[in-house]
């Protein structure tokens, strides 16, 4: 009886992990983009971060508009379709942030020296902590030449986790 006992919380225990597997996105951040750039005409993503959010993954993403207001624009990582778009509260957005940045051991500058020493000749052209792939990361984008990289670095080690090129509105490993 002990015996079932601890293999049921074994298998719930792992269970997320399964989940999270199977929830690998069809579209792409750069889609998840176009498509929150169609909803909110004019504005300009300023981050974009697929996470677990009510119950269900998707891609999440800021958006300002041209009148200065932040849209909070959810896009299904299987379809494409948005799923939602809303005003974002800016005192939530930035006490989001803020905690954030408090469980972060390696700062943003450590970040950036770190992902251009991943990226050699590269110049880092933005830098956010952020939720990525069930995972809290410093996500830098570092462009060499005419080519567009994205490195994932762990905030708590400064471990590169993943060094992407993002082309042609897809991303390579």
Same mark, same amino acid.
């Given at each position: 009886m002990k015996l079932k006992a /601890? /293999? !049921?919380v074994a298998v719930a225990m792992c269970l997320p992990i399964f989940a999270q597997a199977q929830t690998k996105p069809e579209i792409t951040k750069m889609q998840a983009e176009k498509a929150a750039m169609t909803a909110v005409k004019g504005g300009k993503v300023v981050s974009a971060e697929y996470e677990h959010e009510a119950g269900k993954y998707i +891609? @999440?993403?800021?958006?300002k508009t041209t009148d200065? %207001? $932040?849209?909070? #624009? +959810?896009?299904?990582?299987?379809?494409g379709k948005v799923a939602k778009a @809303? $005003?974002?509260? =800016? !005192?939530?957005?930035? *006490?989001? *942030?803020? !905690?954030?940045?408090k469980t972060a051991k390696i700062t943003q500058a450590q970040a950036?020296?770190?992902?251009?020493? !991943? #990226? =050699?000749g590269g110049k880092v052209s933005e830098a956010e902590?952020?939720? %990525?792939s069930g995972m809290f990361i410093w996500s830098l984008d570092v462009k060499v030449g005419k080519t567009n990289k994205e490195v994932w670095i762990n905030p708590q080690s400064g471990k590169v986790e993943k060094v992407f090129t993002e082309s042609a509105g897809k991303e390579q490993k």
């Open positions: /601890i /293999i !049921a +891609w @999440s993403l800021d958006v200065g %207001e $932040t849209k909070e #624009v +959810w896009v299904d990582p299987m379809t @809303s $005003t974002e509260n =800016p !005192a939530q957005e930035k *006490k989001e *942030k803020m !905690a954030d940045m950036e020296k770190i992902a251009l020493k !991943a #990226v =050699p902590l952020e939720h %990525e």
